[in-house]
């Protein structure tokens, strides 16, 4: 309610109506997890007596438990609960339960270091957790400090885990769900790494991931199944990795070379066609200037055309081959390269 204090007004609360908000936030998170995680002879407010070693677990558990399909609730209950927290964390009886709570802020951290990695494909500033002003303490930040992939299972935070004895390890270790998610983060991050954004490969690959995680969570597949589509998903990856060096190609002449690698008909070998690539994006590169891809600038649009034709004749590109490569070497160029020189 609002206190008017001369020509201001003064925001205030009614304590008691916060702390019934504050209980009932509390009650909507503790619903979320089930009693058989619970720790051994324990209240969950008393988790932090736990040794190292199962505390970490236990945490884990909890971890694994939102990551099999009530992540985005459990996160959305847990702001709630933070922001009423801090209206009355000050109260003898909210103190009471002050360890379950710092649990929740932990589990909601370690959830969104798996789900927006640094680096990665997160939201900006204007996501939920921001405009719904989440802060996150010292003693979050101390307790958070965990290694989920060594508790996990994964001795080495890489794809080079995935191989065919981390399959046949697969049913002996817990938290499968934890496992699926930060396996999939490496593979992400990987392809990231290998692929262009708008690479259409990289593109496939993602789509490919993403599809078998949600069969594996509509229970449609196995773990198992999951995992023996990463360990082929790593291989090949390991392919692109070594075929690029075999070839000498750039990660930005690898799709100008799938162009004609894919193109009907080619009957080019593979160092004559990396030979070309590595000719054309040269020869295009000396053309580009900023904004060459706006309508305004369809001068430098036509001499990065010629640059390419021009190079294509140079290496006896049959006349049925020169206009098909041609148009599709510069729309991909202009894919690219459309913000020069900042792309390049």
Do not use: C
Request: overall charge negative; proline content about 3%; cysteine-free.
């Amino acid at each position: 309610m609002y206190l008017a204090w001369g020509k201001e007004s003064l925001l205030t609360f009614d304590i008691e109506q916060a702390e019934g908000l504050f209980w009932g936030f509390l009650q909507d998170v503790r619903e979320l997890i089930p009693q058989k995680l619970y720790p051994n002879n324990l209240s969950i407010n008393e988790w932090r007596a736990l040794p190292k070693v199962e505390r970490e677990d236990f945490i884990a558990e909890v971890v694994n438990h939102f990551l099999g399909g009530e992540e985005k609730v459990f996160l959305e209950s847990q702001v709630k609960l933070a922001k009423s927290h801090k209206l009355v964390s000050h109260l003898s009886s909210v103190t009471a339960v002050s360890g379950e709570v710092l649990l929740y802020d932990i589990v909601k951290t370690q959830l969104r270091k798996i789900s927006q990695p640094i680096g990665g494909d997160g939201q900006n500033d204007n996501s939920y957790e921001k405009k719904l002003g989440q802060i996150v303490n010292e003693s979050v930040s101390s307790y958070g400090s965990l290694d989920l992939f060594e508790i996990a299972g994964i001795e080495k935070p890489n794809i080079s885990v995935l191989d065919d004895a981390f399959l046949a390890g697969l049913v002996e270790k817990p938290h499968i769900d934890l496992r699926m998610k930060l396996l999939r983060q490496l593979l992400e991050d990987e392809i990231k790494v290998k692929f262009k954004k708008k690479n259409p490969k990289g593109k496939q690959m993602s789509e490919m991931l993403n599809k078998t995680i949600e069969e594996y969570h509509n229970r449609v597949i196995s773990a198992a199944d999951v995992i023996r589509f990463m360990v082929e998903m790593r291989n090949n990856l390991d392919e692109e990795t070594k075929r690029r060096m075999d070839l000498g190609l750039t990660e930005e002449e690898v799709a100008f070379y799938e162009i004609i690698a894919n193109m009907e008909n080619a009957t080019f070998d593979n160092q004559f066609m990396a030979g070309l690539v590595h000719q054309v994006v040269k020869n295009m590169k000396k053309e580009f200037q900023v904004d060459w891809t706006n309508p305004h600038r369809q001068d430098i649009l036509s001499k990065v055309n010629l640059a390419v034709k021009a190079t294509l004749m140079k290496n006896k590109i049959k006349p049925e081959q020169l206009k098909f490569l041609t148009n599709a070497f510069v729309e991909e160029a202009k894919e690219q390269f459309k913000d020069w020189p900042i792309d390049s």
